[in-house]
């Protein structure tokens, strides 16, 4: 959500003013909640609303509420709740890339990319078929051009796509080698003519340019990539120490938890949390509320960049064998970086353990799974996840 106000008049008549506040307010956000939607709230005169509904005319998607939106609400933990209370260790990115030893990466030794898994099959078997060993085309494109076809485009573009993937700046010319070398070399299972009017036609596909960065990527991602032993930022951190934060999305009251309202942000984390509230082996939770409450694990993105995992909820389960800490995930649609997340968040889990004597343990929760659970304790629900996988519910 980005609200958006200004103090000066929308008078003049060039809008110039309005034409730039709108294009801020529109910018994509970094860090974006799961759900992905983001609303640009605009506080302006009369003369700004008659602007904004002029956008609509250039197909500017633009909705109208009868009642104001709901004002936000201020979350914070409540002290008196202290037994409510979880601590959750908070550690050190344990990812860093350094790219001094990009000259080390040979791409002749990187396999044909419709062997890699990264293409849509119809793609790659295309382009095996055109590309076998016999080298004859089975299919062509009749492509009319506005100018001719550069191979160096192509390899430029996608040497662009690679270094963004990467977020690695002042390392095109050591990128544009290995992109150059792969095509021309691996990418397509035989040495190709980079000024053959077909390979040239191949390499206009976007499909193939995305194929190709997000591959080369990954692999030198692989080979920057250092990890490290998980370093502890505050080992003793407690959510009690939160500060208060405004929130403008879904949320509701529970008992369990040490804040005066649960910030969830949508219906299955609502009901997600409501189970958790009345679940008779559950101590206390939290929803972790993305960045608010601190909490954080890095992990390898499929394109091989560093990004940062924000769990839904974390809970601590009453069991016979003792206290147990969960990290939660609330899953509806999924997305390609899950399972990076779920390894990460599973290695964490495994290592926090190990060094602190405690119980961590993780879950992702599929809201299929969960809207078919009859599970009255949290304990059930992990039974009916967890059997599933182990194909004991077949």
């Known amino acids: 959500m980005k609200p958006l106000g200004t103090k000066r008049p929308f008078t003049s008549k060039a809008a110039i003013l309005p034409e730039q506040a ?23 005169t009369e003369a700004f609303e008659a602007f904004v509904r002029e956008l609509e005319q250039e197909g500017v998607g633009i909705d109208t509420v009868g009642t104001p ?32 030893n990009l000259k080390d990466l040979d791409p002749l030794g990187l396999p044909p990319i419709y062997d890699a898994g990264v293409l849509a099959e119809e793609l790659a078997i295309e382009i095996e078929m055109a590309f076998a060993i016999t080298g004859t085309t089975v299919h062509q494109a009749v492509v009319i051009p506005e100018r001719p076809l550069l191979s160096q ?26 992109v150059k070398g792969y095509v021309q070399h691996r990418c397509f299972g035989i040495e190709a003519n980079l000024d053959s009017d077909n390979i040239k036609r191949r390499l206009r596909d976007p499909m193939l340019q995305e194929g190709i960065a997000r591959f080369l990527s990954r692999k030198i991602a692989d080979l920057a ?49 409501q189970f958790l509230d009345g679940a008779s082996d559950i101590l206390r939770f939290a929803a972790l509320a993305e960045s608010y409450t601190r909490f954080r694990v890095d992990y390898l993105s499929s394109t091989g960049a560093i990004k940062f995992y924000y769990p839904d909820f974390v809970t601590v389960q009453q069991t016979p064998e003792g206290q147990v800490n969960w990290i939660v995930e609330t899953k509806g649609r999924e997305y390609e970086d899950v399972v990076h997340k779920d390894g990460s968040i599973r290695d964490w889990c495994e290592k926090i353990s190990a060094q602190t004597g405690q119980t961590w343990r993780y879950l992702k929760v599929p809201q299929a799974r969960f809207d078919a659970s009859s599970a009255r304790s949290f304990g059930g629900l992990v039974e009916e996840l967890e059997g599933k996988k182990l194909g004991l519910f077949d």
Request: charged share 25%; aromatic share 10%.
């Open 69 to 100: 939106p709901p004002l936000p609400i201020k979350v914070y933990p409540i002290q008196e709740r202290a037994e409510f209370d979880i601590a959750i260790p908070l550690t050190k990115p344990k990812y860093t890339h350094s790219y001094r």
């Open 153 to 178: 485009d192509f390899l430029r573009d996608i040497t662009h796509a690679t270094e963004g993937n990467l977020k690695l700046n002042g390392h095109f010319a050591e990128l544009y080698r290995i």
């Open 225 to 273: 990539t250092q990890e490290r032993a998980i370093e502890f930022e505050d080992a003793a951190f407690h959510l009690s120490q939160t500060q208060p934060f405004t929130w403008r999305r879904l949320h509701l009251a529970c008992d369990r938890t040490i804040f005066n309202e649960c910030a969830v942000f949508n219906d299955l984390e609502a009901r997600f949390a």
């Open 22 to 44: 709108v294009g801020r307010g529109l910018r994509v956000m970094h860090g974006v909640s799961p759900d992905r939607r983001q609303t640009l709230e605009v506080i302006g």
